[in-house]
């Protein structure tokens, strides 16, 4: 997250755009993880309960879901493209800004064409970067966590399950 706050503060504008970026990303996650949990109820509906009625509305909802997911993932990858090619501009002027505070005796040293190529591969690597490891990294922290909840969530009902038809 350092790095992050780093490079955020090259785009102070676009800062929101970054932040937008991660938290569609995080929505994007939540739903397909919601998902799991209607794959879980078709199966349990086909293999427990032996009831094929169901079958194609839990279906219906799962393509709806991982389609919205992909969709959002795709809107989240477009957005932090955006934020991550007005960094990429920023960072090239301010490497030339950089420039034009060095000595003579720097470009003496090093010809103005390798300095120049080695701000825009830099800046173009750190858009890549950006803008992929914005949603990519939302979604590795977060898949982790929802399916943890969402695996207790189907272990509480199906405890419950159990205790009802215990009890019965």
């Known amino acids: 997250m350092k790095v992050y706050k780093k490079l955020f503060q090259y785009v102070s504008d676009y800062t929101i755009i970054g932040y937008l970026s991660m938290i569609i990303s995080?929505?994007?996650a939540f739903v397909m993880v919601f998902s799991y949990y209607f794959i879980y109820k078709l199966l349990r509906e086909i293999i427990i309960n032996d009831n094929y009625e169901n079958a194609s509305y839990f279906a219906t909802i799962i393509v709806v879901l991982l389609t919205s997911s992909a969709l959002l993932y795709l809107i989240s990858g477009i957005v932090s493209h955006k934020f991550a090619f007005r960094l990429e501009t920023n960072l090239r002027k301010r490497g030339i800004d950089g420039l034009t505070d060095s000595s003579f005796r720097f470009f003496d040293l090093n010809s103005s064409g390798y300095i120049r190529k080695t701000i825009d591969?830099?800046?173009?690597?750190?858009?890549?970067?950006?803008?992929?490891?914005?949603?990519?990294?939302?979604?590795?922290?977060?898949?982790?966590?929802?399916?943890?909840?969402?695996?207790?969530?189907?272990?509480?009902?199906?405890?419950?399950?159990?205790i009802i038809l215990t009890i019965v």
């Open 26 to 28: 995080s929505v994007s």
């Open 121 to 162: 591969d830099n800046a173009a690597k750190t858009h890549t970067a950006v803008a992929h490891m914005l949603p990519d990294n939302s979604q590795a922290f977060l898949v982790p966590i929802f399916s943890i909840i969402l695996s207790f969530v189907i272990s509480v009902n199906v405890g419950i399950v159990i």
